[in-house]
């Protein structure tokens, strides 16, 4: 299922991982991909998506629910993605 839980500016976004969380546990999840766009059009991650990808599968391995992917969707490029880059 995929459900659109946050929107951003043209260079921002907050995420809350608490609102992940609730989401996962409503559909008794047990495994998540995460995926976010840059408006930019450039498909590379950012020290802060390196950043958050790490919190977010931290905190919600506390619940038992793995990261498989975070994929970074830019413009016409090939999306990225954190498990094929090592960084999952």
């Known amino acids: ?5 946050f929107r951003g500016t043209v260079n ?3 995420v809350y991982p608490r609102e ?5 546990l409503a559909r008794n999840a047990a ?5 976010h766009n840059h408006p930019s ?4 991650s950012s ?12 905190t919600l391995a ?3 629910v793995k990261v498989i992917d975070h994929f970074v969707i830019g413009g ?4 990225l993605s954190f498990a094929e880059r090592g960084l999952i």
């Open 62 to 64: 506390l619940v038992d």
């Open 76 to 79: 016409t490029a090939e999306p």
């Open 31 to 35: 495994a998540v991909v995460l995926v």
């Open 41 to 44: 059009g450039v498909s590379a």
């Open 20 to 24: 992940i969380i609730k989401e996962a």
């Open 47 to 58: 020290k802060s998506d390196e950043t958050l990808t790490r919190i977010l599968k931290e």
């Open 12 to 14: 921002q976004t907050a």
């Open 1 to 5: 299922e995929y459900v659109e839980l």
